[in-house]
């Protein structure tokens, strides 16, 4: 029942995503779900511990770009109410609720930049921006999307990753850890998909170079300006 929900709550995602997901390469979800013929008897722990580890790449990867690209487009009222919800959330001593907080700012600045990115006065800023500032913009929408196709092989392995676990036992340790990364990579396309679009006609009307040519890319260096 719990693998079937999980499932689930992929195949959802993959449906949300729609027409956007073709865009970037992530318009296989749904097959990657619902299509889960691999074997499951060969998943190792190894297996598992790296399907985290990239997830959490990839979950840092995103978040921190879309507050980078966020802020580059932002009013400076807009960076100003932004950051001071940043220092709030980082202030709680509670760690759940500091945790649940920061998703929610995440989720909201992900909104925010959806509806920044379909703006014409967005491309009219970018177009006055100096080299510095476009280089930094460009980096970020580059480490976004290596984000988002890291988490497109993460959903093709998902469905069988949970299964061999859950038939398992020796695995029985690691598959709350496993399940929280799988719903992490459901948040993170969610997410992401909002925004992806935006930064690939954006990238075009501004001449930059956001795609990278595979998962083994390594994340541009940049820096908030």
Known sequence: MKKAKIA????????????????????????AVTGATASTSNVSGDDVDAFIQTARQADQLINQSARLIYLALASQEEKAKHE??????NEMTDVSEKKAKLDEI??????ALQKTLNNQETVNSINKMNAAQRK???????????????????????????????????????LVNLKEAVNSVSGQV????????????????????????????????????
């Not at 995440?106 to 909104?111: E, F, G, K, L, Q």
């Not at 992401?192 to 006609?201: E, M, R, T």
């Open 8 to 31: 689930a709550t992929l195949l959802a995602l993959s449906m949300a995503a729609g027409h956007q997901a073709h865009a970037f390469g992530l318009g296989d979800l749904t097959k």
């Open 84 to 89: 001071a919800a940043i220092k709030a959330a």
């Open 106 to 111: 995440n989720a909201d600045t992900a909104t």
């Open 136 to 174: 930094n913009l460009a980096g970020s929408a580059f480490n976004f999307m290596l984000g988002l196709m890291k988490d497109k092989e993460l959903a093709q392995r998902s469905t069988n990753l949970v299964s061999g676990v859950s038939s398992n036992p020796m695995l029985a340790p690691k």
């Open 190 to 225: 969610t997410n992401g998909v909002k925004i992806a679009d935006g930064l690939v006609s954006l990238a075009k009307a501004g001449n930059m170079k956001i795609m990278p040519a595979s998962t083994s890319d390594k994340p541009v260096a940049v820096s908030e300006l």
